[in-house]
Each structure stands twice: as C-alpha cells, then as structure tokens.
C-alpha cells in the first residue's frame, strides 16, 4: 500500500476541509496520484474536491444482498460496483464508503468488499481517508498501517478531549502509526496555554490552522475548497505546515 493518511476527531472540526487542503498540496506537490476514501457515512468530501457521486460501497453492500443479475458472479458485480463508484478526478481518485452496515449482517458482502479495497489500495502512491466523527472506524481496525495520522480539532475543550481520546485508543489498538498529529483548526487567537492534557499527549506535534473569512466565504457560496487561492490564510498556513510534515518523504 501507499503513504496512508488517516484523519480523525471530533464532528464539525473541519476534518473534511483539512482532508480537502492535504489533496490539494499533495497534488500541486507531484505526490500522485492520490486516492480519497471518504469514510464518513455523510459523504462530503466530494463537494470540497469539485466533483460528483455517482454511489458509494455501501450502495454496493446493499444491492448485492439483491440486485446481482442472473448469470453474473458476486465478485464481478461487486467489481463492477466498485468502478462505478470510483470518481476520476485530476490527480485523484474519490470513493466514498457510505453508510454503515444496514440491519442485518451480510458477511459475504463485506468480505469481498474489503478484499476489493485492498487491491484498489495498491494502485495508489497516496491515501487518504477522511474518517467519521469519533473513534468508530478506528475501533473496528478498519485502518491498520498509517503513516500519518492527522487529528483534527478546534480550539473547544471537547474537541480537543476528543482528539486526546482517539490518540489513546489508536495508542492502545495494534495499529502501525508512524507520525500523528493534532491539528488545531479555526484558530481566531491564541490562548495563554492549551490544556494539560492536550501537551501531554501530544508535546510539540500541535499545529495551527486560522480561521479564514476567504474560506468561509468559499463554504457559503458552495465553492470547492480544493480551488482556494495560493494567499489564503488557510492554505498558506496548511502548506507550511505539511512541507514540515512531509519533509523527510
């Protein structure tokens, strides 16, 4: 598999935007091409990089458990699913994972579904994956071999609890973590100090991203994220802060 970058944390930290602002400089950067998996089952990420769904995996789970046409294999239309559910994009590639499981166990589905996402993950020098709020994916080892992960909060005590949550767990949980990361998003000013519980988990790898009015005007307007000017304060915020991170790539 590739370089793999998860992210996490709390709901409405901006995850997704931050997802959107790594593509971005990954592909401005020649570090391509990229695969984006949004594994939030609200699939967004899509909006921020410029281009549509045509399904998501778990369209595909469902369907198999009734649509697969007579003559036809699980494993090819489950394939077929999955083309389908892959968007091209320029330097990229986008699958969203949908929904979770619907009621009812369907193993099958799953198995051949995991086993689909694991060659699709060979084809790819870069992952990254958008995960859902908290700590669901994280739990159910969905992600065992990360050399990035970025925890995304902003400046509120429960997102920054949260972030320390997830940091233990991954912490606890037999996943291979190279680097990790706090991300502090939607920064306004500068506090006297963060809490005792944020240093101590994370020491020095704490970094700060403004809040930007030209971002959130982009937000408003339904404007991609990925297409933000070079001078934003965001971007020229998060470029610095990724060519620290991927300085010895």
Known sequence: MGYAVALGGKGGTGKTTVSGLLIRYML????????????????NLNDVLGVSLDGTLSDAREEMK??????MTKDIFMEMKMEQA???GEGFDLVAMGRPEGA???CAANNLLS???????K????IVIDNEAGM???????QKDIDLL??????????????CRISELVGALPIRVVQTVLIINQVREMPDAWPEQVIRTFGERIALLPADPVLAKFDLEGKPTITLPDTSDVVVAADKLFDRLFEKK
């Open 28 to 43: 401005r950067h020649g570090m391509k091409p990229v695969l984006a998996i949004d594994a939030d089952s609200n699939s």
């Open 66 to 71: 009734t649509s697969v046409p007579v003559g």
């Open 86 to 88: 892959l968007v091209e």
């Open 104 to 106: 009812g166990c369907y």
């Open 115 to 121: 086993s689909l996402i694991d060659r699709l993950l």
């Open 123 to 126: 084809n790819y020098e870069y």
């Open 136 to 142: 669901e994916h994280f739990s159910r080892l969905t």
């Open 150 to 163: 970025v925890l995304v909060s902003d400046p509120s005590r429960r997102g920054l609890d949260a972030a």
